[in-house]
């Protein structure tokens, strides 16, 4: 089977069809394949890439892409619920973390 180099990896030749568009996707955007890589999702970027001419970026503030992603960040500690853990995990995680406090001495 042919192999063919990349950047830091190498992928076999009947994987390589499906990273040029024509393979199939899972729901977050991952090559059925083994062999693929997961492509970003279109909000990753797009709420903080500011595609408006610059003088209307300008007359909006001038809002960097960074500072936009510190406003996200920051939304999202904010207003982000973790789901429960299940039943039983947090008392084992409290033992575990009992048990290396005893073990290091810390009190």
Do not use: K, N
Not at 10 to 39: C, N, V, Y
Not at 58 to 72: F, Q, V
């Amino acid at each position: 089977m042919a192999q063919w180099p990349l950047i830091d990896r190498t992928i076999s030749a009947p994987a390589a069809p499906s990273l040029h568009g024509g393979g199939r996707r899972d729901e977050r955007g991952s090559s059925a394949d083994p062999h693929g890589r997961r492509l970003p999702r279109p909000s990753d970027a797009q709420q903080l890439i500011d595609r408006r001419l610059r003088e209307h970026w300008a007359a909006a503030g001038s809002i960097t892409a960074y500072e936009r992603a510190l406003e996200e960040a920051q939304r999202i500690l904010e207003t982000h619920v973790p789901d429960p853990l299940p039943d039983g995990v947090a008392a084992e995680l409290a033992a575990i973390v009992a048990a290396a406090e005893r073990e290091l001495g810390v009190t």
